[in-house]
């Protein structure tokens, strides 16, 4: 992909900062004003790798698509600086149309989409009539990249929430960015088709080099799909890592509970299972074993079917946990259970 300028055409007094990742964010904020002022990202620090897939994950209303935006240059930080590749990136105070000339932005509701026209029209119309050949033979080979060269003359506003979410994104690389921003991408892709998109955008980046950033309220999307986490809550970011790390080694109990539905403990909930600690632990509920006992401590209070497993809720009276059956055991609501803990996770 071609270098874009930097952000001196459009911030003459900015020197460029060496050593610091693709994107980089430090002590940013942005404040909404309204009647009462909304802190929407509060202070965060961040750096993005390049050629990689980073998911800012979290709550709705914990600034995710606020910091997207903030990364894009559509808001200006109320505090704190932006940069890429070093530099700052230009806001809507610094340039006419706003947003990085190396970033592309697809937002959730296909707002750039032309609906009644052709699929093959919305994307090649991003580029120039310089050269028609070229034009063609771009076009064809964005949408057989993104798989959709069959729906070439069909109208946008025919698609499926899915084949759009394709459009949109094959408009979007049709003149190759360096970084592409997603926000909720799957958010309108049917769960059975959501697999074969990811994989899509995993093939692109790693054919590429694109980096990509993209925001999900169901971390469960994104697990198999980033390099990266951003973990959200309250406009902060709470921890940056890998998925298996955050996965297996939260320093939050928010990010247990977001990543794996983690049963969170205090210390006498622990020490009432033996696990004898001086601060919260997380429990993941593939961490707990249980046998029936007809004499067992805990009874199954509750059974919940998700497919390939079932969710049981087990209490003693004083705690409830949830735990993950599988393979299928002939438990019933009632059943008394002996559990033990293989694992456990101790915050500081």
Not at 6 to 18: E, F, G, R, V, W
Not at 95 to 106: S, T
Request: charged content about 25%.
């Amino acid at each position: 992909m071609a270098k874009q300028t930097s952000s001196c055409q459009y911030l003459p007094t900015d020197q460029q900062k060496l050593g610091i990742p693709l994107i980089y964010g430090e002590n940013v904020s942005h404040v909404f004003e309204a009647k009462e002022q909304v802190t929407a990202v509060d202070h965060v620090a961040f750096g993005i790798a390049e050629r990689n897939i980073t998911a800012i994950i979290g709550e709705s209303g914990s600034g995710k698509s606020t910091l997207l935006k903030l990364i894009y240059g559509l808001l200006e930080p109320s505090s704190g600086e932006i940069r890429y590749r070093g530099w700052l990136v230009p806001t809507r105070k610094d340039k006419l149309i706003p947003g990085h000339d190396a970033m592309k932005l697809v937002s959730q509701g296909f707002d750039d989409l032309n609906l009644y026209a052709k699929v093959w029209d919305n994307i090649a119309s991003q580029l120039p009539n310089t050269n028609l050949e070229r034009k063609a033979s771009r076009t064809q080979e964005t949408l057989q990249k993104l798989k959709i060269d069959h729906l070439a003359q069909q109208r946008v506003a025919d698609l499926s929430g899915g084949e759009k979410q394709r459009v949109a994104i094959a408009r979007a690389l049709i003149n190759e960015p360096e970084v592409l921003l997603m926000d909720e991408p799957f958010n309108q892709v049917d769960a059975a088709f959501r697999d074969a998109l990811q994989q899509d955008i995993r093939h692109i980046v790693d054919e590429t080099g694109l980096t990509i950033l993209l925001v999900s309220h169901d971390p469960t999307e994104v697990l198999a799909l980033a390099d990266e986490l951003i973990v959200m809550k309250g406009a902060k970011i709470i921890e940056q890592g890998p998925p298996q790390q955050l996965y297996y080694e939260p320093a939050h109990s928010y990010t247990a509970q977001l990543l794996a539905k983690s049963n969170i403990l205090s210390v006498d909930q622990a020490s009432s299972l033996g696990i004898n600690v001086s601060s919260p632990i997380a429990i993941h509920q593939e961490d707990i074993a249980f046998e029936e006992h007809p004499q067992g401590t805990f009874s199954v209070t509750d059974i919940r079917f998700r497919g390939f497993y079932k969710e049981l809720v087990l209490a003693d009276g004083q705690l409830s946990l949830h735990a993950i059956q599988h393979p299928s055991k002939n438990l019933r609501i009632g059943d008394k259970v002996n559990i033990s803990i293989r694992r456990h996770i101790v915050f500081d």
